[in-house]
């Protein structure tokens, strides 16, 4: 099992550029999330989805939008790149079987993006 | 909401000191409770976790026990390893969302 996979690792975008972060597992998880972490700071929830075609707003989706029309992958969109959105971000899977087996996820390496 | 508050680093050790990394919580009733660590360059992985009050998660040597009384859950360890050195959070699950709410993190540093 590769786990979860994201791509790319590293990328430089201009301000009012577009990307779409790439993030893929293979162990048939129902739940994924998308979290980013500021510097010195904790990771904050964008989005998640519980399942296919399913997702929600985290506490920072403002700039952001996802999709999630297979179990596998649940790429984030960033439209427009500004300045604050420069941030590690994580992706996360969890088979969120039992009472808050949520809880217990599987984070990605991150992808490093800077917007300058 | 449920929220959760960790003591700030880097905390820097010799090798073989005793740890100890300070989380308390604010939360409805009583969530489970959650320690993440992320190596350099790497995501984060679950250390351990307690499931309700008085409970002690335990994982490669590190202890954390769920005290309702203090609202806390601290991290402890008797004897830290240069592999140690990581980043570690806190974590509990959001108010409403299946989903979970970090620390800020506190990065350990041992030295040889």
């Known amino acids: 099992n590769a786990g979860v996979t994201q791509t790319p690792k590293f990328r430089i975008l201009k301000i009012g550029q577009s990307m779409t972060l790439q993030c893929t597992q293979d162990m048939n998880h129902n739940y994924m999330y998308w979290y980013r972490q500021d510097p010195g700071m904790g990771l904050k929830l964008i989005y998640y989805?519980?399942?296919?075609?399913?997702?929600d707003k985290g506490e920072v989706p403002n700039g952001y939008n996802v999709s999630r029309s297979t179990t596998e992958d649940f790429p984030l969109r960033l439209e427009l790149a500004a300045p604050s959105q420069t941030s590690v971000y994580f992706c996360?899977?969890?088979?969120?079987?039992?009472?808050?087996?949520?809880?217990?996820?599987?984070f990605g390496p991150g992808t490093r993006l800077t917007v300058t | 909401g449920n929220s959760v508050t960790q003591m700030e680093g880097p905390v820097t050790l010799s090798e073989e000191a005793f740890l100890t990394i300070n989380c308390t919580y604010t939360?409805?009733?009583?969530?489970?409770l959650f320690w993440y660590v992320q190596y350099p360059g790497e995501g984060l992985q679950l250390l351990l976790k307690a499931t309700k009050a008085d409970d002690k998660g335990s994982n490669k040597g590190f202890e954390a026990t769920y005290r309702k009384e203090t609202t806390s859950f601290h991290l402890e360890k008797g004897s830290v390893q240069v592999s140690d050195s990581a980043v570690y959070f806190c974590?509990?699950?959001?108010?409403?969302?299946?989903?979970?709410?970090f620390g800020s993190g506190t990065r350990l540093q041992v030295q040889p």
């Open positions: 974590a509990l699950p959001y108010t409403g969302r299946r989903a979970l709410t």
């Open positions: 939360a409805t009733g009583y969530p489970s």
């Open positions: 989805s519980v399942g296919a075609g399913i997702t």
């Open positions: 996360a899977s969890t088979p969120g079987t039992g009472k808050e087996g949520w809880a217990e996820q599987y």
